[in-house]
């Protein structure tokens, strides 16, 4: 069975351009997660939905962040315009919906995001 | 609020030391604990958890034990190998949705 899977693995941009991240989560989970890693500091969660709903987004840091989750399959993270303070690691998790409080959730590799 | 505290690294062990990376949390409730590993150009892969008090998660020679007295699970290993050079983060879940993590702990094992 495939593991989370993002794209790309790296991105370089320069400050004000536009950059989309990619997620695939395990086929069939109905969560799907973003977090990020800032260099240095602790991952922190940006996004939750289920199947293609926001169930909770009150990490994410500013409307120039846009994630959407489009007939609940894979997910998209747009940065635009992006600045210095975006660059770090972006992480993917997705979980099944079992119903109890704790689900597991599988990590993709990440994207590096370097904005110069 | 939820939050974590880990053990500020590098750590650098020689081969077959003991390993212990510090944490400790603060949570509203009862959280489910979490030792996450992310080995070189790899994702996080779950080590082990807990998920409530007194529990000791364990897996691939690797503990920790859930002590809500002193809010904290740290993670211990009494010999460590090469192959466990790695990144590790503490992290806590409180409501099945959202994980808090600490800013991870770098691990070099040197032949």
């Known amino acids: 069975e495939a593991g989370v899977t993002q794209f790309p693995s790296h991105s370089v941009i320069e400050k004000g351009q536009t950059v989309t991240l990619r997620c695939d989560p395990i086929s069939g989970h109905d969560n799907l997660y973003w977090y990020r890693r800032v260099m240095g500091k602790e991952i922190k969660f940006l996004l939750h939905f289920v199947k293609e709903s926001k169930q909770d987004e009150s990490g994410m840091p500013n409307n120039r962040f846009l994630a959407e989750r489009t007939g609940g399959t894979y997910s998209t993270l747009k940065v635009q315009p992006a600045e210095l303070e975006d660059s770090g690691v972006y992480f993917c998790a997705s979980s099944q919906r079992t119903g109890r409080s704790y689900n597991e959730q599988f990590f993709g590799p990440g994207t590096r995001l370097t904005v110069l | ?111």
């Open chain 2, 1 to 111: 609020g939820n939050s974590v505290t880990q053990m500020e690294g590098p750590v650098t062990l020689s081969e077959e030391a003991f390993l212990t990376i510090n944490c400790t949390y603060t949570a509203t409730g009862y959280p489910s604990l979490f030792w996450y590993v992310q080995y070189p150009g790899e994702g996080l892969q779950l080590l082990l958890k807990a998920t409530k008090a007194d529990d000791k998660g364990s897996n691939k020679g690797f503990e920790a034990t859930y002590r809500k007295e002193t809010t904290s699970f740290h993670l211990e290993k009494g010999s460590v190998q090469v192959s466990d050079s790695a990144v590790y983060f503490c992290a806590l879940d409180r409501t099945g949705n959202q994980f808090y993590f600490g800013t991870g702990t770098s691990l070099t094992v040197i032949p």
